[in-house]
């Protein structure tokens, strides 16, 4: 479907979740504009404005023609004419004026590199922007900060940090991690997520989704793997939070709430074979054999992991476009605990994604169809 630009009857609904969308984006020109311009909402706090830049370029990441012509967004959904002149311009153009004002700007700048620190968010940035910082330099050397424990490991591990993580490194971590929790609880299930999940080639960190069968039996999973790691000199930091999950809440009605699961955010100290050691010789420098690598870990009951599973592959907003189509077109309350039908004043069992999408009324979409 949807494979020809000009045949009319091609219909694109409004939501990703009725949409496939592979990784290949053909109209990346396009999209990359529009996410810039949602980042840089985001930074002002204006989130209505936001939404409709990630939704537009959501619906262009799910085509499988590239946009050529005006004609070519005929039918299409959630193109305004705001969206409209900024794709038209960089049909014309092969740029848009606004988009590079954006990047060129103090905010958007400031604000990029500020919350390219792990423990920074948008709070935080908008206190060093309003102080007047704009260099990393600036605040890493001003003696009358103080930073959280999250930052100050963001600050010392910031180079490897900011840079990719490829998808062997994440699956080297996966499997060693994987290894230790099955000899600690053989019936655990251990998932690679994320982006990862949903065949991307590099990502930003390595999440990990842990369930076990047998009733209560994941509890212990977290804090014995974190020690078997600290044991063996593997953690660089660690920030362990406890579970707040009550299974009579009724899932959250806003689209972007955290979870309430047992999770860590880990800095990872992963260790490259056979480098290090052997240059000495060659470089009076002391060479790293290791880098620091982000990895976080969620730990679910049994009974909601289909449903944390589902939320934590991703992508953001496809995870915010299947909450707004339960609520919109099913009257059902979906979060990544569980999916509550308001008509039936019942949750809805899952144990697996493939349930999910049915109680939804939804055709299932591969992770890897989830990339809007
Ligand atoms: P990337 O790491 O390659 O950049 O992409 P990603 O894997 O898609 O992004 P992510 O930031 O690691 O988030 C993965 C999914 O997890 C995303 O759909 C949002 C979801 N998620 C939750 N709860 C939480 C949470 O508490 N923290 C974070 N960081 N992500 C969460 O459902
Ligand atoms: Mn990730
Ligand atoms: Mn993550």
């Known amino acids: 479907f949807n494979t020809s630009p000009s045949s009319s009857c091609v219909q694109v609904s409004q939501y990703a979740c009725q949409r496939r969308t592979p990784l290949q984006d053909i109209n990346q020109i396009f999209t990359d504009a529009f996410e810039i311009l949602a980042e840089n909402c985001e930074f002002l706090g204006n989130k209505e404005l936001c939404k409709s830049f990630l939704r537009a370029s959501a619906v262009l990441k799910s085509l499988r023609f590239p946009i050529a012509t005006m004609k070519d967004l005929d039918g299409l959904p959630l193109l305004g004419n705001e969206m409209k002149t900024i794709i038209e311009e960089i ?20 604000f990029k590199l500020f ?18 910082f704009r260099t990393l330099e600036e605040i890493k050397n001003n003696p009358e900060f103080k930073f959280t424990k999250m930052q100050k490991y963001g600050f010392l591990h910031y180079e490897d940090i900011t840079s990719y993580i490829s998808k062997s490194e994440a699956l080297e971590i996966y499997d060693f991690v994987r290894d230790i929790i099955l000899k600690l609880v053989p019936d655990a299930v251990v998932t690679l997520t994320g982006g990862f ?21 994941e509890k212990s999973i977290l804090h014995n793997t974190i020690t078997i790691l600290k044991n063996q000199g593997l953690i660089l930091f660690y920030d362990i939070n406890e579970s707040t999950f009550v299974e009579t809440k009724l899932p959250s009605k806003k689209v972007d709430a955290l979870d309430h699961f047992q999770k860590c955010f880990i800095i990872f100290k992963l260790v490259k074979e056979g480098v290090g050691a052997t240059n000495i010789k060659d470089n009076e ?17 049994y009974k909601q992991y289909a449903y944390a599973l589902l939320g934590w592959t991703g992508s953001r907003q496809f995870e915010r476009d299947l909450r707004r189509y339960a609520t919109n077109e099913k009257k059902m309350m979906l979060d990544n605990h569980g999916l509550f039908d308001k008509t039936k004043n019942v949750f809805l069992d899952a144990y697996t994604e493939e349930d999910i999408f049915e109680h939804l009324g939804l055709e299932y979409l591969e992770p890897w169809d989830r990339n809007a």
Do not use: Q
């Open 91 to 110: 049909l014309e153009d092969g740029k848009c004026a606004r988009v590079l004002d954006v990047i060129n700007g103090e905010r958007y700048k400031s």
């Open 115 to 132: 919350t390219s620190i792990f423990g920074v968010g948008l709070k935080t940035s908008e206190k060093w922007f309003r102080m007047g």
């Open 197 to 217: 999940r949903r065949g991307k080639e590099r990502g930003h960190d390595v999440d990990i989704i842990i369930t076990c069968p047998r009733k209560e039996k």
């Open 285 to 301: 420098m002391e060479s790293k054999n290791w880098k620091a690598v982000r990895v976080d870990f969620v730990i679910t009951p």
